[in-house]
C-alpha cells in the first residue's frame, strides 16, 4: 500500500474505538471477546501511524461515563488493559513511543496504574511518537479541571484575570503537550464525540467509518488519512483566501 504524501499528514490523529460489543454480538460471541480482538486493532493502528511519522496518536480507551457499565465488563476491561501494557510494553519502548495519557487515572485499579505509570516514566524521553491513551476520560471534565487549574493560578496572585485567554486555557488542559489535533476518527457508524476531546476537536476533521472497532486495521487508516488530505481546512476563511494562503503563506 502507498504511503499518504508526508506533507499533509495530520500531526494529530484521535481515535474513538467503537462498536466492540457489537462485532462480538454479531458472531454470537460475548462482548469481551470484541475488546480483546479490538486489542490487536490497536497493535496494528498504532504501528502504522509511527511508520507513517504521525506525532502523537491519542486513543479513546476508556470514558468517564464507562464506569458506569456493567461490573463484570469494567473488571474485564481493566484487565485487558493491564495485559495490553505487559504485552505492548517491549515494542512500545524499542520503537522510541512516549506513551502518556488524559483523564483521571487515579481512579484505575493498582493493577492497572503500577504498569501503566512504570511505562510512561520509562518512555517519557521517547521521541518517536506520542502515544497517549484516554483512559477514565471526559471532554467535559478536561475542560473542568483545566478552568479549576486556572482559578487557582488566579487566586494564588500568579496570573491575572486577563490572562486567562485561549493561550492560557489551552496550556491547562491536559492535552497542553500534544500537537494541534487534526483528525477524529470514530469507527462503528456512530457520529458523536461522546464527551472526547471537546475543546480539541473545535477544528479537526471528523471521519466516521462503519467498520467495526475490532476490524480497523492499517489499511482503513491509511483511507481516514486520504479522506483527510482532501478535506479543505478553512478554518473560518473562504475557499479562495486559504488558496491564496497555500501560496504565500502568512
Ligand atoms: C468500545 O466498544 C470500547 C469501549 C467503550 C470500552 P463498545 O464496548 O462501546 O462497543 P459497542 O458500542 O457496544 O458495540
Ligand atoms: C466512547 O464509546 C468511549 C470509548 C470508545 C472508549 P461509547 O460506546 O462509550 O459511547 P456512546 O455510549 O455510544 O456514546
Ligand atoms: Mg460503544
Known sequence: MQAPPEEDLPRHVAIIMDGNGRWAKRRGLPRIEGHRKGADSVRDVTRA???????????????????????????MLMALLRDYLVDERAEILDNGIRLTTIGNIDRLPDFVREPLNALKDDSANNRGMTLCLA?????????????????????????????VNELSFAEALCTATLPPLDLVVRTSGEQRLSNFLLWEAAYAELYFTDTMWPDFKRADLMDAIAAYQNRERRFGLTSDQVKLRAIAPK
Open 49 to 75: 501511524s509511527r511508520e507513517l511519522g504521525i506525532q502523537a496518536l491519542t486513543l479513546y480507551a476508556f470514558s468517564s461515563q464507562n464506569w458506569d457499565r456493567p461490573l463484570e465488563e469494567v473488571r
Open 135 to 163: 483512559l477514565s476520560y471526559g471532554g467535559r471534565e478536561a475542560i473542568v479541571d483545566a478552568t479549576r487549574n486556572l482559578v487557582e493560578q488566579v487566586m494564588a496572585g500568579e496570573i491575572r484575570t486577563q490572562d
